[in-house]
Nanobody, 115 residues
Framework: QVQLVESGGDLVQPGGSLRLSCVASGNIYSIYTMAWYRQAPGKQRELVALITPGGSTNYADFVKGRFTISRYNTKTTYLQMNSLKPEDTAVYYC??????????WGQGTQVTVSS
């Protein structure tokens, strides 16, 4: 079993920056792919960025050049968000997944971009 806890969400002005953290506990290993998703009110949850066990990254087009996903160690994953826009406002979720259908989600952290 894996537990994920996100933190770092806040109210920030347009153009500002935030760093989200996802800390895992339980049986988490480096074989997990870690990802950040977001869900805005009235919209479906969407993939923001992911990082594979080998360190490869993939980003949604709407965050390329602004957000960076990184892995500090097996248990900690970050999402550095720069040049934030009002449309980035959403609840941001961390997900851990691996082959065999194993998938775990955190409870989410609110990011609000507003002046």
């Amino acid at each position: 079993q894996v537990q994920l806890v996100e933190s770092g969400g806040d109210l920030v002005q347009p153009g500002g920056s935030l760093r989200l953290s996802c800390v895992a506990s339980g049986n988490i290993y480096s074989i997990y792919t870690m990802a950040w998703y977001r869900q805005a009110p009235g919209k479906q949850r969407e993939l923001v960025a992911l990082i594979t066990p080998g360190g490869s990254t993939n980003y949604a087009d709407f965050v390329k050049g602004r957000f960076t996903i990184s892995r500090y160690n097996t248990k900690t994953t970050y999402l550095q968000m720069n040049s934030l826009k009002p449309e980035d406002t959403a609840v941001y979720y961390c997900k851990a997944s691996r082959s065999g259908g194993f998938e775990y989600w955190g409870q989410g952290t609110q990011v609000t971009v507003s002046s």
